[in-house]
């Protein structure tokens, strides 16, 4: 029986800010905080910075940001405090110190005077003779004066693990069941920099915060036997792990931020991705669907519902296949779901940002981004998209440029199914009177009835044809929202501006 008072469950997710966030920091505090508000427990996030060769001065707050963004929120570190802060590493150097000195003083781990030129050479002849790697002891059991002596001495000494023959390799996995590891060779635990390195610095600090359960990806199993051992050197209650699996490619190849752009979490938000599907996604990966009422997978759920009923025990500990073809999917049912108020105000900052929109909109452009919004709700996989469909909306009439696209499908005929359009148009009303009264008022439903009048029925030319210079007039794009709805939303002025200078344009060709 554990002599322990049962407590709320602490867990923790660790980055190291070495750069743009992984997604593999999601997806841990994902799982971590799904448990963590399944239990009443409390989820803390803690820097990991004492690799200062690798360390990046604007990561953290990008791991902020990022985390803040999915809403993933933590309930205790670096930025809101805590009971056992501080939560950045670097910040806690005098706390590692005392238990380094009790290893060394327990002789369970020794001083090494190995310069890095000695270690290379000795991997090299270990490599070449097919022996195992790991460092040979030269400096174990010898004092600073008779390590001097030998060669490959450097003055400052790091300190190693002295890992016993008995090590215990195998320990028990929430996710995985019983687990064996490699045998670890001799640790550093301490740096001649003076900082820890990761190993102590993670059982020291899991311990000293009351973390619980360590949830973290599999690349750290070979390491937990290290952290066992420190444990029981120490004389703490170890936590209970959970390692889960790592993210793949289709290709099966471990998600790098090297190679792939869906590696950054930061890549999710440019695109355009709603945090609210990337966290389903995430959710999805080794972890099975729902099962809705009448026993159908019901993939489309919220954190609420998946923290409710998760389980560890559910967690697929083989290697889920990244597939964005699913994410995109799914950010397409969670764009659609958007009331267009919602829509509009998640594009804001991806048109500000692509120079569509100022940075103080006006009244004015903010209602007709409500309407066009409602236009492209359906046109749209990403919020990035919106930029080209929604920036015809806001350009200067003399401003359209016609792509190169769109410029390649206009017919020797289009001059004439301009000028057709311009008479038909100019006859419908666009006066207040106009708008409020029924028949030849300026909105879709009028437009669309006299341009088929005009150039389907008028001149014969089939549909598929008859729009396609109105819609590159008026947008620039082969492709664009709606026709009938931009014209009545750019208003009579425009659109006849639009038509008339593409018209012209074709005229001095
Ligand atoms: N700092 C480690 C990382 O960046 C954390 C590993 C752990 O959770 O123990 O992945």
Redesign the pocket.
């Known amino acids: 029986m554990s002599d322990h008072a049962p407590t709320a469950p602490r867990l ?5 800010p ?1 750069g743009d966030p ?1 997604v ?2 999601a997806y ?1 505090s994902l799982f971590n905080l799904a448990f963590a508000r399944q239990q009443g427990g409390r989820f803390v996030l ?1 820097i ?1 910075d004492t690799d200062r060769a690798r360390f990046r001065e604007d990561s953290e707050q990008q791991v902020f940001d990022t985390l803040h963004w999915l809403g993933l929120q933590w309930d205790e570190g670096p930025d809101v405090g805590g009971p056992y802060a501080p939560y950045r590493q670097s910040e806690r150097l005098e706390t590692y110190r005392p238990y380094v000195e009790r290893l060394l003083a327990d002789g369970k781990a020794y001083h090494c005077w190995c310069s890095t030129e000695r270690l290379a050479q000795m991997r090299e002849v270990q490599q070449k003779s097919k022996q195992p790697t790991g460092y040979d002891r030269l400096c174990h059991g010898r004092t600073q004066a008779e390590r001097a002596e030998l060669p490959g001495y450097t003055p400052t000494p790091v300190v190693r693990m002295l890992v016993p023959d008995d090590v215990e390799l195998s320990f028990d996995d929430l996710i995985r069941g019983r687990v064996s590891a490699p045998r670890p060779d001799d640790q550093v635990i301490l740096k001649a920099d003076g900082f820890p390195t ?1 190993h102590l610095a ?1 059982v020291v600090d ?1 311990h000293e915060m009351g973390i619980t359960h ?4 599999e ?2 199993i070979s ?1 937990t036997p290290k ?1 066992i051992l420190l444990y029981r050197w120490l004389r703490l209650e170890p936590p209970q792990w959970a390692h889960m699996p790592l993210l793949r490619n289709p290709d099966k190849s471990k998600i790098s931020k090297r190679k792939n752009p869906a590696a950054r979490l930061t890549w999710f938000q440019e695109q355009g991705y709603l945090p609210e599907a990337l966290v389903n996604f995430l959710a999805l990966l080794a972890y099975p669907p729902k099962a809705g009422e009448d026993g159908e997978d019901v993939e489309v759920f919220s954190f609420e519902e998946f923290s409710k009923d998760f389980d560890w025990r559910k967690v697929n500990p083989v290697g889920p296949i990244f597939d964005l073809k699913k994410l995109d999917w799914l950010n397409g049912v969670y764009l659609r779901r958007l009331e267009v108020g919602q829509l509009a105000s998640r594009l804001l900052p991806y048109l500000q940002r692509d120079g569509v929109l100022p940075a103080q909109p006006s009244l004015g452009q903010l209602a007709r981004l409500g309407r066009v919004a409602e236009l492209i709700q359906t046109r749209m996989v990403l919020l990035s998209e919106a930029t080209a469909l929604v920036a015809p909306f806001y350009s200067a009439d003399d401003e359209i440029e016609v792509a190169d696209d769109a410029r390649a499908q206009l017919k020797e005929d289009s001059g004439a199914v301009l000028g057709a359009a311009l008479e038909a148009l100019s006859d419908l009303d666009d006066s207040r009177e106009g708008l409020l009264a029924s028949g030849s008022r300026w909105n879709a439903e009028a437009i669309e009835a006299s341009l088929r009048s005009a150039i389907v029925e008028g001149m014969g030319i089939k549909p598929k044809l008859a729009f396609g210079p109105l819609r590159t007039a008026v947008s620039g794009q082969r492709i664009s929202p709606p026709l009938f709805e931009s014209m009545e939303i750019l208003g009579k002025t425009s659109t006849l501006a639009r038509l008339s200078r593409l018209r012209d344009a074709l005229a001095e060709r």
């Open positions: 923790r997710v660790a980055p190291s070495t992984h593999g920091t841990m803690r990991e990761y993670v899991d360590v949830v973290r990806g690349e750290w390491s952290h």
